[in-house]
């Protein structure tokens, strides 16, 4: 969520500062991935942005476009989110042999690349 940030502030003694702001609570959910072809010569980023909460569909949906953009066999590394694991997008990993699909340690996101995207 984009929130307002926080700070201390200086003000008359005896008198409390009061900042104001228009208070939102916006959001932008995040689909992406960093693609390395086999032979590391060309990098990519495919990504796809959504205003609401990201469910199995959008996954599934990203996967589908991804899979047609990029040929042969894809190594696909992502973290234990429980979305990851609905079962619409394990339908959909089981159906396509091309993609392999592998864990990050849980707690680890220094190890996912697409993290400091």
Do not use: C
């Not at 005896?14 to 104001?20: A, D």
């Not at 190594?75 to 392999?100: A, C, S």
């Amino acid at each position: 969520m984009l929130i307002p940030n926080i700070r201390k502030t200086w003000g008359p003694s005896g008198e409390t500062p009061i900042h104001r702001h228009s208070y939102r609570r916006d959001r932008i959910s995040t689909i992406s991935a960093v693609t390395v072809s086999p032979i590391r010569e060309r990098m990519g980023l495919l990504i796809d942005f959504h205003q609401i909460n990201i469910t199995g569909t959008e996954v599934r949906t990203f996967l589908e476009a991804m899979l047609r953009h990029l040929r042969d066999h894809v190594v696909l590394l992502w973290d234990g989110g429980p979305i990851h694991k609905r079962r619409e997008v394990q339908d959909f990993i089981r159906r396509h042999p091309r993609l392999h699909v592998y864990r990050f340690p849980a707690y680890a996101p220094e190890l996912n690349p697409d993290e400091l995207v």
